[in-house]
């Protein structure tokens, strides 16, 4: 009885797992469409970005932010152990879409706001659970700010 619980238990796990990855998680923008295609690629109007963003395990794509004549959304990519989450931008206009190099400091709490044509996003630092205790700790309380802004990212120093 045991055995017939636990096999129907992983079945449930594996059908939940192959589902997600099938689902089509897509964001609708001025220009066209950013989805999730079957390959766990993001792709834009069925075209893949350059560079490509694959998923880990799973995916979120942001409302898009309208800015001048473009349209930018914040993806998210989660699944790591020793890194939850990791971060882009996609930038799209009527020439096509593209991505950032991913940013972030692996940690998947974080405040996003827009200011002015800059999107700030907010986050405090991490060390994943095979880093030891005080560095984890400290790590907690550091705060990173990274700054979009025309199509690039970069990180806001912070005084102490």
Do not use: W
Not at 72 to 100: E, H, M, N, R
């Amino acid at each position: 009885m045991r055995m017939l619980l636990l096999q129907a238990a992983l079945l449930i796990v594996a059908s939940s797992a192959l589902a997600q990855n099938s689902q089509l998680l897509e964001t609708k923008t001025r220009f066209g469409t950013l989805t999730l295609d079957d390959q766990n690629e993001l792709t834009f109007n069925a075209r893949p970005l350059e560079p490509p963003i694959k998923v880990n395990s799973s995916m979120d794509l942001g409302t898009p932010f309208h800015i001048g004549p473009a349209d930018v959304v914040l993806v998210i990519d989660y699944g790591g152990t020793a890194c939850p989450a990791q971060y882009y931008f996609v930038t799209i206009s009527k020439l096509g879409a593209k991505g950032t190099a991913s940013f972030g400091t692996c940690n998947d709490d974080r405040t996003v706001q827009r200011s002015g044509d800059s999107i700030l996003v907010t986050m405090h630092g991490y060390r994943g659970p095979f880093e030891p205790d005080a560095e984890r700790r400290k790590a907690a309380r550091e705060t990173h700010v990274f700054v979009y802004r025309d199509r690039a990212v970069t990180e806001r120093e912070q005084r102490r």
